[in-house]
């Protein structure tokens, strides 16, 4: 069964503690990315990768950290310098990166901090 | 840089009604996508259109791709309640030398039975 997979579903954190957000493919795919979904905002970039150990930041970068280390896995992590860290977070895969590429989005992480 | 807006924001019909959402960007893309996201779930791609004047359809679905490549809109045909959900534009385009995707901000769509 292939597809993305995002855990967990809910998380809440205190104020101040920095958390990691998993994201996992199966579709081999070399592209993934990471989204911020906020109400009446649409998806905003956070960061994104075409390939293994390379990542690029996008619009949305800041308190935010991400590693590439094998081709499947993506993970985010939310800082304690994000100043409003609370959001639902989408993770999404493409093929290659390439302009005709399809984005494959993960179920998503509802984050809360308190 | 890149800025994709969506109109309108919110729109409720009556099961039945027809129900249209536009994109405009503010760059010449060179492709744009659509996704649709239903209430607590994640974006669907839907389609994507790639010429000027391109216009494509799945089943009561229409969409358009204007001819300067800056704007966009999806046409749903009597709506149904399986329709409702969020639908987004996605458009690709060159900013800074490089390519960028940038979402609109969506328009959320509710159908009254």
């Known amino acids: 069964d292939g597809g993305i997979t995002q855990s967990p579903k809910y998380l809440f954190r205190k104020e101040g503690q920095n958390v990691t957000l998993s994201c996992e493919q199966n579709?081999?795919?070399?592209?993934m990315y990471w989204y911020r979904q906020d109400p009446g905002q649409g998806l905003r970039l956070i960061y994104y990768?075409?390939?293994?150990?390379?990542?690029q930041k996008g619009d949305i970068a800041e308190g935010y950290s991400v590693s590439r280390e094998k081709k499947e896995s993506f993970p985010l992590t939310v800082t304690s310098a994000q100043k409003n860290p609370t959001a639902f977070y989408l993770c999404?895969?493409?093929?290659?990166?390439?302009?005709?590429?399809?984005?494959?989005f993960g179920p998503g992480t509802r984050l809360t901090v308190l | 840089g890149q800025q994709v807006m969506q109109i309108p924001q919110y729109q409720h019909v009556q099961e039945g009604e027809d129900f249209t959402t536009y994109c405009n960007s503010s760059?010449?893309?060179?492709?744009i996508q659509w996704y649709k996201q239903r209430p607590g779930g994640h974006p669907v791609f839907l389609i994507q259109?790639?010429?000027?004047?391109e216009v494509k359809k799945q089943k009561r679905l229409t969409f358009q791709f204007g001819e300067a490549k800056k704007n966009s809109s999806l046409h749903i045909t009597a709506t149904q309640t399986t329709d409702v959900g969020t639908y987004f534009c996605a458009g690709r385009g060159f900013t800074g030398g490089y390519q960028k995707v940038t979402f609109g901000t969506g328009t959320k769509l509710q159908v009254i039975p």
């Open positions: 990768s075409q390939i293994v150990n390379d990542f």
């Open positions: 999404a895969s493409s093929k290659t990166g390439g302009s005709t590429d399809t984005q494959y």
């Open positions: 760059t010449t893309l060179s492709n």
């Open positions: 259109l790639v010429k000027s004047g």
């Open positions: 579709l081999n795919h070399d592209a």
